[in-house]
Structures are given as C-alpha cells and as structure tokens.
Nanobody
C-alpha cells in the first residue's frame, strides 16, 4: 500500500515557475515508477512525466519537454516536478501516481494522490 500527498501548487503568472512535490508512504518507494498527470476542467486526465524507480530514466509529454523536469529522492520518498516557463494551458489539477509498470497510461498506475491545483494566469 502506498499513500501519496502532493503539495506545491498555486497561482502563477505565465512565464513563472512552480515546484510540485509528492511525498509517499511505505518502505518500497524505489520499487515504483512515479508519474505526474494533470486534468483540466472538461478534459481527460493527461500524462505529463514519469521517472523510473532508480531515477535513471524519464519521459515527458511533448508539450512540456524542455520546460518541466521530473526527479525523485528515494531517501526522502519524494518525487518532484519542476515546472518552468509556465503557460496558461498548463492550468490543471496535477496528480502524482505510482506504478509497478513503466508507461504513460493512467490505468497502469495503482496509487494516486489527491491532486494539487496549478493555475497559470496570462
């Protein structure tokens, strides 16, 4: 069982930055692929980024490549999403999730946080 708690969301102007954190419970954190997803009003949940258990492999949706960076600290059971050069279209609720399998489909992820709101004003 893994419990996930996100933090770090907020309101920021276009071009600004935010750093999201996701703290995980449990002793097997490094055994999970960790992902970040987002969901805007009226839209489906969208993959944003994921990182392997060791942190050695990452991948991103094309729309955030070069702007967002996913990282993890297994000693702190925490995964991060550094978001730079934010755009209004990045506005959404951001969720972290844990999976045993590597992938970008939400159904692969077994555990989810409650989400944190990110709002980017133009």
């Amino acid at each position: 069982q893994v419990q996930l708690v996100e933090s770090g969301g907020g309101l920021v102007q276009a071009g600004g930055s935010l750093r999201l954190s996701c703290a995980a419970s449990g002793r097997t954190f490094s055994g999970y692929v960790m992902g970040w997803f987002r969901q805007a009003p009226g839209k489906e949940r969208e993959f944003v980024a994921y990182i392997s258990g060791s942190g050695g492999s990452t991948d991103y949706v094309d729309s955030v490549k070069g702007r967002f960076t996913i990282s993890r600290d297994n000693a702190k059971n925490t995964v991060y999403l550094q978001m730079n050069n934010l755009k209004p279209e990045d506005t959404a609720v951001y969720y972290c999730a844990a999976a045993k399998l590597w992938g970008f489909r939400p159904e692969l992820y077994d555990y989810w946080g409650q989400g944190t709101q990110v709002t980017v004003s133009s």
